[in-house]
């Protein structure tokens, strides 16, 4: 069998991993989670296996999320995570391939050695660190070579990602800690004081994708059910919520997000100001599909804002075609193959 020589991309994300090889398209998209055995350390699943075993398995089984807020906040844990998804996308006919990973913007050194070490233990020939917002705006299929502004929010789990790029580089960039789980914390919260119940994830993740809206209204007020416990009882409790009643929560988030875009545009160079005034503002992560988001932040930026067409997998699809323009990206790209690296 001949050896081919294959492109990966890895959206290495605080959510989920998502992996993306050339000519085959997206590949595998799970939940960044490993199922622990905190009595001997020991890794025992990673991925949609790991969730599945969290509360249905003893006590010292934990599920710990290595990536957390855009971070990388357990070494160990990270690599074995990349080195088992990898393994399990990987067939005899990829040998050596070159991989590419889109690492959190906020990443530090000791973090980026843990992604190396494991990329280049199942066998990469060479690999390559992308910034998330230059991943995004080439899955997206943006012409990063042109000399025009053009901006990139990526709304994550972890955090949002605030990029202006010009010429294939960053020229500013920003990002904050509200996306996808400091809006469902904040949701968590509100209900907690204000109608004193308490939901699970899974719960609060339905009322974000079905309910919550960022426009709600008293004319656009979506309604849905959750069950949770009673603070009051203790006992469990049905309660119907609607849009409105989640909005609060979901603007003050909504709001932050705004305020980080909105200092970007600040500082922006004028005519890269000017490109992006017409062009607009470009949206992608999980997050950009909240119901009503692009609308506020059209509203509160005065920009026209645009949701990616597959907002979910452009990071990993435009993490594997940087690979094909190793050469011309000016930043937010670079060779970390082990050996090179001074
Ligand atoms: N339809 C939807 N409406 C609202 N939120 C959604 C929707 N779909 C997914 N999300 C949220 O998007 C977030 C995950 O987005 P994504 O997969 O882009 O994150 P990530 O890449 O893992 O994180 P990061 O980029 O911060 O490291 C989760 O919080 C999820 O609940
Ligand atoms: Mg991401």
């Known amino acids: 069998m001949g050896s081919v020589n294959h492109n990966i991309g890895i959206d290495l994300g605080t959510t989920s991993i998502i992996i993306y090889i050339e000519g085959k398209g997206i590949v595998l998209n799970e939940p960044s989670v490993v199922a622990v055995d905190t009595e001997t350390g020991k890794v025992l699943a990673v991925g949609e296996e790991a969730s599945r075993m969290v509360g249905r398995t003893p006590a010292h089984i934990k599920a710990i999320y290595p990536l957390r807020e855009g971070i990388i906040s357990d070494y160990n844990l990270t690599k ?58 080439l899955g997206c299929g943006l012409d990063l070579m042109q000399p025009a502004g053009r901006m990139v929010i990526d709304l994550g789990g972890g955090t949002t990602d605030v990029a202006v790029i010009s010429l294939g580089g960053q020229v500013r960039h920003a990002s904050v800690t509200v996306a996808g789980n400091a809006i469902d914390e904040a949701m968590t919260h509100h209900l907690l004081r204000n109608y004193n119940i308490t939901l699970g994830k899974k719960s609060i993740e339905m009322l974000k994708k079905e309910i919550a809206d960022c426009m709600a209204s008293p004319l656009r007020n979506i309604t849905g059910e959750v069950r949770g416990r009673s603070l009051v009882t203790g006992l469990p409790q049905r309660l119907q919520l609607t849009s409105m009643d989640l909005l609060e929560p979901i603007r003050t988030c909504a709001e932050q997000i705004a305020a980080c875009a909105h200092s ?35 509203k509160r930026l005065k920009l026209k804002v645009r949701i990616a067409e597959d907002p979910i997998n452009c990071v990993a699809i435009g993490t594997g075609r940087a690979l094909e323009m190793a050469g011309v990206l000016q930043t937010g790209f670079r060779d970390a193959t082990p050996g090179l690296r001074g």
Not at 105 to 127: C, F, M, W
Not at 269 to 277: F, W
Not at 287 to 292: I, M, V
């Open 80 to 137: 074995e995570l990349i080195r088992r998804f990898l393994l399990k996308v990987y067939s005899s006919v990829i040998i050596k391939p070159r991989v590419a990973v889109c690492v959190p913007s906020e990443i530090t050194g000791i973090e980026n050695d843990a992604v190396i070490e494991a990329v280049s233990s199942v066998g990469a020939r060479k690999i390559y660190l992308v910034e998330e917002p230059i991943a995004a705006a």
């Open 264 to 298: 970007v545009l600040e500082s922006t160079p004028p005519e890269l100001a000017g490109d992006i005034c017409s062009e607009g503002i470009l949206i992608t992560g999980g997050c950009s599909q909240l119901r009503g988001l692009d609308d506020y932040l059209s």
